[in-house]
Structure formats: structure tokens, C-alpha cells
């Protein structure tokens, strides 16, 4: 046949009782003596398309052995496939004018041809859209169907199709969701292996820059590079701790997720976004010196800067209030805008950092944080897209390589922290210069002397 159906799924037990009874219905009902449900199974896409018994009545060990049951199949699976639309009418939509002359290709038409051939044969496809799934077939020898019976019949027949697919598509989840837990396996196999061999190299790193370290003396210059290099390290190590606890979270979550005829549980959808996720599973709040925050980004953000060719500029008030925050999504934050500003600012620009910016409104009072550049500035149509992740925008058709999530990452932690974001494209900030620059700046709660810091978690 020229539809392809998909791979066979076995019929649940649910499903053979449901037609087991509904043949039970045709048999002490409307005195049919013979009645089966047939599903289609197609062994390769293109081939051949067989006809499997799930009930019958009465049971036969070998159903298909029976030549004289099953000799109209054939016939009438090609009329049925090829008249398609015509068997989907409803039989009771007709009148009970038996005796009138019907259409060649009519559903009476085919069960007048039948019942000549099969003692009152009655053939029904089980649908699904345009695709055969499967067939109803009852038969009765002492009388002819009349019209009512037909209907009750067809009825008969919508509630085992409609069970029919409901079962397949039961099964069908079920094979997805034993494949994609399969997948989660090798993947997490996969990330095991990934982050051992991250971990050896990482460690190794860590050890050779604290041996360094001891070759400076205090007032070597050289001495903050290498503090750099460890404090990045750190950093890389805790960022892989915590992958690897939220790795072990999800696959416990998926361990626990079950699917059957009766029940279906999954695990319940996390409220935490993914960029806390990065952080642990909470994200407190408290009060926070930006200055120590900033500092050794500015270190590394200098050594950066010096290498491409960038100007670099910092200013940082030594007695800056605290603010209401978490470190280590403050620290992610500013990494992340000063990234993007050394990023796409080419050589010979200039980052700009500026702390201390103070603003009150009917919310409070804020520090503001500025990461300015002279780079390429942020197109007007990019502004709505700007912080949604994967979004890069004109940046996507450049060379300058990214994933799109430092942004969205920002803003999300920088919400989660109730702060505020700012964006001002073009800056202005080198009138000299024909790129329009771009300024982020970061506002957060300002926490007055003597004033301790909302215990608040997201």
C-alpha cells in the first residue's frame, strides 16, 4: 500500500480487554457468530502491510489458518485502502432504504458486495487521520444487517478505533521515553568521562601556579598575573563541582520518572532558572563590597586588554557603600559584560569601568556599575531579542565567536538578586570614534551604614 505506517507496538492488555468486551457486545447483542480486531503492521516502511488478530471470537489457536474467516481479507483490504474517504461516512446518516439502488463505491455498496461473498460480512477500518491502523470484521449467517445495526456496529467500531489510538500513542511515548532515558545514559557517561579529564589537567594547572607563586617576591609585579591564573582556576573548579551536583540532581530526576498503563509521574519542573543552576540550587542575598568583587576582574581584565591592543580604564571609589547581592552572581555578571566588552571591541578601542554610580527613585537607592566600550554598538532591531538565550543577532553573521548566553545569563542573576540592568547603545563614549560603543550598566540595592541585607533566597 502506499501509506507508511510507523514501527508495530505491541497492543497493551488494556486494549484486548476493550475489544474483547466490545465483540462480546456484537456477539450477545446483534448475534453476530464470528467477529475479530485486526491491527496493521507494516515490517519495513514500503512493504507489505499485514494483518495482525488481537481478538477474536470465537478463539482459534489458529486464526490465520482458517481459510474461509479470512479469505475476503485481502479484497477487502484493497477497497477499503483505495476508497478511503467514502468508508469514513457514517452508515447512520443514511436512511433505511435498503432496497434503493446505492452508489458503486458507497460503504453499503461494499457491505452489500461483502455479505454476497461471506454470509453478511461486515468490514470496518480503524482510522488514524488517512492512515489504516487496523479492522473491525463481523459477520452473522441466518439474516442480513439492517440499517440500525449497522450504526450500532459502526459506534463499535469508533470506540475501538479511538482506543486503538490512544494505545498506540501510549506505547509510542513509551518507546520515547525508554530511548531518551538510554541517551541520558550515554550522555551522562559522556560527561563523566569529560569531566575527569577536565579535573586532571585543571588540578595540575592549579599546582603549578601555587609553585610559581612562591618564585615572586611580594612586591614582583608578575605576582598578581599568577594570583589571576589561580583565582581563575578556583573558579573553573567550582564551576565544575557544581556541574557535576546538578549532573547527579537530573539524573536522579530521570531515574525516578516511570510510565505505564496506569500511571504517569514525572518529576516535578524545577522553579530554579538555569543560570541559578550554574550557582547551586539558592541564591542568597547579602550585603556585598563591590570593590572586592571588581578587583580582580579588573586584574584580569587589564592582562587581556594589554594583549589585544585595547585600552583599558577602571574607576573604582575606595569607600563604596555595600550592596544587596550574592557574590558569586555578582562575580558571574560583571565577568560576563566585561567578556563581552573586551569581545567586541576591536584593537585600538578602548573598556571603560566605572563604580560608584549612585541614583534614587520611589524604589530606593541603587550603585550603579558601569562596562562601557567603543566597539560595535547593539543595532536597534537586536535591542528586543537582546537577553534571550542563544540570541547573537548581527553578531551571529560575524567572526567573533559566542554562544549567545552571557547576556541572558546577567540578566537573569541580576533579577534574581532584584537589581536592574541598563543598556545605552550608542555610548558616545569616543566621539571620536565612527563605532557606537555600547554601556551596561548594573544597578543594586544600596544598603545604608547600619543596615543589614534582606535575608532573601530565589
Known amino acids: ?43 519495513l516502511e514500503g512493504s507489505d502491510t499485514h494483518l495482525i488478530p488481537i481478538a477474536v471470537y470465537p478463539q482459534t489457536d489458529s486464526v490465520w489458518e482458517s481459510g474461509n474467516r479470512l479469505s475476503i481479507l485481502p479484497e477487502v483490504w484493497n477497497r477499503v485502502t483505495s476508497s478511503m474517504p467514502l468508508l469514513l461516512g457514517s452508515s ?38 488517512d492512515r489504516v491502523m487496523g479492522l473491525l470484521v463481523t459477520r452473522r449467517k441466518d439474516r442480513q444487517w439492517k440499517q440500525k445495526e449497522l450504526g450500532q456496529i459502526e459506534k463499535i467500531a469508533k470506540t475501538i478505533e479511538l482506543a486503538s489510538l490512544l494505545d498506540r500513542r501510549q506505547g509510542w511515548y513509551e518507546q520515547q ?35 610559581l607563586l612562591k618564585r ?28 557535576e551536583n546538578d549532573l547527579d540532581a537530573t539524573h536522579t530526576n530521570i531515574n525516578s520518572l516511570t510510565l505505564d498503563a496506569n500511571t504517569l509521574s514525572l518529576p516535578e519542573a524545577s522553579s ?35 594583549e589585544r591592543g ?23 555578571v560583571l565577568s560576563n559584560l566585561i567578556d563581552n566588552a573586551l569581545k567586541y571591541t576591536p584593537a585600538g578601542g578602548k573598556v571603560q569601568i566605572v563604580a560608584g554610580l549612585e541614583r ?12 562601557g566600550d567603543t566597539g560595535y554598538g547593539i543595532p536597534p532591531q537586536d535591542l528586543e531579542h537582546l537577553f534571550e538565550r542563544h540570541y547573537r543577532g548581527v553578531q551571529a553573521r560575524g567572526d567573533i565567536p559566542g554562544t549567545g548566553l ?10 534574581q538578586m532584584q537589581g536592574k540592568i541598563d543598556l545605552i547603545s550608542p555610548n558616545n563614549l569616543n566621539p571620536n570614534n565612527t563605532l557606537p560603543g555600547s554601556t551596561f550598566i548594573v544597578w543594586l540595592s544600596a544598603i545604608a551604614q547600619g543596615e543589614v541585607a534582606k535575608p532573601i533566597a530565589t
Open 1 to 43: 500500500m502506499s501509506h507508511s505506517h510507523p514501527l508495530f507496538i505491541p497492543p497493551s492488555s488494556e486494549l484486548i480487554a476493550l475489544c474483547q468486551s466490545q465483540i462480546a457486545l456484537l456477539t450477545q447483542w446483534l448475534k453476530a457468530d464470528w467477529s475479530a480486531v485486526y491491527l496493521t503492521k507494516e515490517i
Open 92 to 129: 447512520s446518516e443514511n436512511s433505511d432504504r435498503a432496497d434503493e439502488e446505492k452508489e458503486p463505491d458507497s460503504p453499503q455498496s461494499l457491505w452489500k458486495d461483502s455479505s454476497t461473498k461471506e454470509q453478511n460480512q461486515m468490514v470496518f477500518p480503524l482510522m488514524d487521520e
Open 177 to 211: 521515553l525508554s530511548q531518551q532515558a538510554r541517551i541520558h545514559r550515554l550522555q551522562r557517561d559522556r560527561l563523566d568521562s569529560l569531566l575527569h579529564q577536565l579535573r586532571n589537567p585543571l588540578t595540575a594547572l592549579r599546582t603549578f601556579g601555587k609553585l
Open 216 to 243: 615572586f617576591m611580594p612586591d614582583d609585579r608578575n605576582r598578581s598575573v599568577i594570583q589571576g591564573i589561580l583565582r581563575e582556576g578556583d573558579r573553573l573548579q567550582e564551576l565544575l563541582q557544581e556541574f
Open 272 to 306: 530554579v532558572s538555569d543560570s541559578s543552576l550554574l550557582l547551586g540550587n539558592s541564591l542568597s542575598l547579602e550585603a556585598i563590597s563591590v570593590k572586592d568583587i571588581l578587583e580582580p576582574l579588573l586584574v584580569s581584565a587589564g592582562a587581556i586588554a594589554q
Open 310 to 332: 585595547i585600552n583599558f580604564e577602571s574607576n573604582l571609589p575606595a569607600n563604596l557603600p555595600p550592596v544587596q547581592a550574592n557574590s558569586r552572581a555578582l562575580r558571574e
Open 360 to 371: 534614587t527613585d520611589a524604589t530606593g537607592t541603587w550603585q550603579g556599575i558601569a562596562v
Open 406 to 415: 552571557g547576556l541572558a545569563i546577567a540578566k537573569e542573576l541580576i533579577e
